[in-house]
């Protein structure tokens, strides 16, 4: 069976030794009731909770098929009713959220890290009440004070959960071409009709009922993305005693059979003249949207997080455990058939990729969860301004960039198994499986690098990376030179802004320019973020000479020397520009030789 210890002293070491949590809580006055003490023990019950009780029902869910869909209701694996009864007793649910409707208010940088641990046992489980806290937020931000008193309590205590009704058959990225209608009713409500897919929880047998934010578009409303509206449909209506009523005219048509996640339902949702209610004014609702849909891109990274960081431990305990073949430099066991696998230097490669991905992309997000608290719970407007910046610029990598690689790492992962990885029992094959939707959901890592390249980059005319490549600077001239990654981080930095200065200018004298060298660019900034986070490590770890603190340096040599170089070819790839691809007609792709 497939085994997880939660990576407790390297989530400290970030949280306090990298990013001086405890300090950065203190100086905000909207944080300073938490301390390391606190959050510590937050992170030891989700620790518990992971792998006690949600750890095992990720395989049995799996190996029962996943949900079950009868006659539009929907069943989820044996277990999870009773897990996620626990989890929301637990307070899980409102961790982050809101205090005012019964959050804990607890800051992103923590809950990026919890997170992570389900992600790591049950992905498929962490869905239910991901699409819940996203919702929350959306109606946080964007909705009435009696829409807010309505939903958000019942969200946070698990007895009602969300969801996110976006795509439609015809109708993905381009929302703008959406169908379903949103027709006013004189009572202030609207009937919404059309057909949402790809939905997320749409239904389920986990909350007594769901509350679904649906995109649909008025009678008048403009063409276009700027005709997009906001509303909330439950699939109960809601008494005026805060009761349900009667079921309400949405339902799920089937749900879709997947390569992995299987334990998530993922609906067909069909609304039939639902009653449904606006959220904020008509025509605004693709904004208050997106503000679930950035925070459902951050967890699509810290899913990739948990994949790699499950993926390794299995594969170091395997390699541990295996026997094969005998060390090339002679140092054998002479009471043993074989050496461990961990002998050979190809096996330690690849353990090696995979955790220098877990380390620095788990650096990574915390530190995007620390710009997302100074947004939230800064009073200082200029702090503000910049970390929202930040976040824009960064949200493409957090989602795409830390899924890529960790797919990458996880592959690696269950190559140390050799054939072994490749059936069920161990457990990678189902990880391999999972982990592949990360890649694809909340806008595909293709359209994420177009948003980095496109709108971040060269619409600001470099302005946000240029904001952030003073950030990394300032902090490599600050540091001892540590091994020589103050040098290599400085390199790395001009070596990015003369790309993205080669891009901005390409950008004008070509229009599909862009396009041709996105996922390469993206790649680019993320090799760029994996070396700030390797320096800040580094640097918190050199003056310390416990072995933990040393292996973290060590480890940072290995991505300099390793993984880094792989910025020159991509920087090769985006200098080789568009017209290799361009220059071929459509008919080249669908010729038969």
């Known amino acids: 069976m497939p085994i997880y210890n939660a990576p407790l002293k390297d989530m400290q070491f970030i949280l306090q030794d990298v990013f001086k949590a405890e300090t950065f809580w203190q100086e905000n006055e909207n944080l300073a009731h938490l301390d390391m003490a606190t959050a510590n023990a937050i992170l030891e019950e989700m620790a518990k909770f992971s792998k006690n009780v949600i750890l095992d029902l990720n395989r049995s869910a799996d190996e029962e098929g996943g949900a079950e869909f009868n006659q539009g209701e929907v069943k989820t694996p044996h277990g999870f009713k009773e897990a996620f009864q626990q989890f929301a007793q637990g307070g899980w649910i409102g961790l982050g959220a809101n205090e005012a409707w019964g959050g804990q208010g607890m800051p992103k940088m923590l809950t990026v890290l919890a997170d992570e641990m389900i992600w790591s046992c049950n992905p498929s489980f962490m869905l239910y009440p991901l699409l819940t806290v996203g919702a929350g937020m959306a109606i946080d931000q964007a909705a009435s004070e009696e829409q807010k008193t309505t939903y958000l309590p019942k969200f946070y205590t698990g007895e009602w959960s969300g969801t996110m009704c976006l795509t439609e058959p015809h109708a993905g990225t381009d929302l703008g071409i959406i169908k379903t209608k949103a027709v006013p009713n004189n009572d202030g409500s609207y ?72 334990g998530s339902a993922t609906c067909v949702m069909n609304f039939d003249a639902a009653q449904g209610y606006l959220v904020g004014k008509e025509n605004e609702g693709l904004a208050a949207m997106f503000i679930m849909m950035n925070y459902e891109r951050l967890s699509m990274g810290i899913q990739g997080i948990g994949a790699s960081e499950f993926a390794y431990q299995n594969a170091a305990q395997y390699a541990t455990d295996r026997l094969q073949g005998r060390s090339a430099s002679g140092q054998q066991s002479p009471d043993k058939p074989a050496d461990s696998i961990l002998v050979h230097a190809d096996v330690r490669r690849m353990l090696l990729n995979s955790r220098a991905n877990n380390e620095a992309s788990r650096a990574f997000a915390v530190y995007v969860g620390q710009q997302l608290d100074i947004t939230k719970f800064s009073t200082d407007i200029d ?23 960790a797919l990458d790492a996880a592959l690696e992962a269950q190559m140390c198994f050799g054939g072994h990885g490749y059936i069920r029992e161990w457990g990678m094959e189902q990880c391999i499986r999972d982990l592949r939707i990360s890649q694809i959901y909340e806008g595909t890592n293709g359209v994420q690098a177009l948003d980095l390249i496109g709108r971040k980059t060269i619409k600001s005319n470099g302005a946000f990376i240029a904001d952030y490549l003073t950030e990394i600077r300032e902090f490599a001239d600050s540091m001892q030179d540590a091994m020589s990654i103050k040098a290599v981080t400085l390199d790395v930095c001009a070596q990015v802004d003369e790309i993205t200065k080669i891009i901005i200018e390409q950008s004008k004298v070509s229009p599909d320019f862009p396009s041709a060298v996105a996922v390469d660019y993206l790649h680019v900034v993320g090799l760029l973020s994996f070396t700030y986070m390797f320096a800040r490590i580094a640097q918190a770890a050199q003056s310390k000479s416990d072995t933990f603190y040393q292996n973290k340096l060590v480890l940072a040599q290995y991505y300099v020397a390793k993984v880094l170089p792989d910025l020159a070819t991509r920087i090769q790839r ?18 038969q030789a």
């Open 191 to 262: 009937n919404i009709s059309g057909t949402k897919i790809f939905i997320t929880s749409g239904e389920h047998d986990l909350s007594e009922n769901i509350i679904h934010l649906v995109l649909a578009k008025t009678p008048h409303a403009p063409a276009g993305s700027r005709g997009i509206s906001l509303f909330i449909v439950p699939k109960f209506l809601i008494n005026q005693d805060g009761s349900l009523g009667k079921r309400n005219t949405v339902s799920a048509g089937s749900i879709e059979h997947k390569m992995g996640i299987k």
């Open 383 to 405: 702090c503000i301004t910049k970390a929202n910046e930040r976040v824009a610029l960064l949200t493409p990598i957090a989602k795409a960039y830390l899924t890529d690689k």
């Open 574 to 591: 985006i200098q080789a520009g568009a017209d290799l691809i361009m220059q071929l007609p459509e008919d080249y792709f669908t010729a």
